[in-house]
């Protein structure tokens, strides 16, 4: 029962966040509303007095699907290994992001027009291990916030990769800063390099 009621609540903010009701990712928003439901569920066995049944270990499931979810910008635009190319033409597209486990990740923005005024459009990407590319098309007023858990930095023009390069432990960068951006690249890689490069569109 307790599954059951946890697996409706997850449909349910999924339908509801991918039909644009409510801000978030449906992944992230389904695997917080399980276990939510699953938490309250433990409190009241607790409460009561009896054995959780399982519940216990469905729950600690569920967490770590809640983690991934919110490691993995999007399942629609992720592969294990590989390399990647993301190349979004709409606001839409570029929200959801793109992640690579073990390979190379490419973010190509020259193809995003019409970016709507005020707030930022911001574009989540990420890569396990190995190198994460963000091409930034001349003229586009962009901010790429880079991390790392253990790599480096690099910040060139041209598409050459020449340029301020920095490395080490716990890397957290603003690697391009526009005053007003139209793009906001949340880019992070585990173990790796973030590269941006701007480029003639």
Do not use: K
């Amino acid at each position: 029962a307790a599954t059951g009621a946890a697996l409706v609540a997850a449909g349910a903010a999924w339908l509801v966040a991918d039909a644009g009701l409510v801000e978030g990712r449906p992944a992230v928003l389904a695997a917080c509303a399980a276990l939510v439901v699953l938490g309250l569920v433990l409190v009241g066995l607790g409460v009561a007095g009896r054995r959780d049944g399982g519940v216990g270990f469905t729950t600690f499931l569920v967490l770590l699907a809640v983690v991934a979810a919110l490691l993995v910008p999007s399942w629609r635009t992720s592969q294990v290994a590989g390399e990647r190319t993301w190349a979004p033409d709409d606001v839409r597209e570029a929200r959801l992001g793109g992640s690579v486990g073990l390979g190379d990740g490419y973010l190509d923005l020259s193809g995003l027009e019409d970016l709507p005024s005020g707030a930022a459009v911001e574009v989540p990407v990420r890569v396990g291990i190995g190198e994460l590319t963000v091409l930034v098309p001349e003229g586009m007023d962009v901010r790429v916030d880079a991390g790392a858990v253990v790599g480096g930095t690099r910040v060139g023009e041209d598409g050459t990769g020449d340029g301020e390069s920095d490395g080490g432990l716990a890397l957290d960068r603003r690697l391009l800063d526009a005053d007003d951006p139209q793009v906001v690249v949340d880019a992070f890689v585990g173990i790796g390099t973030v590269v941006v490069l701007e480029v003639e569109q």
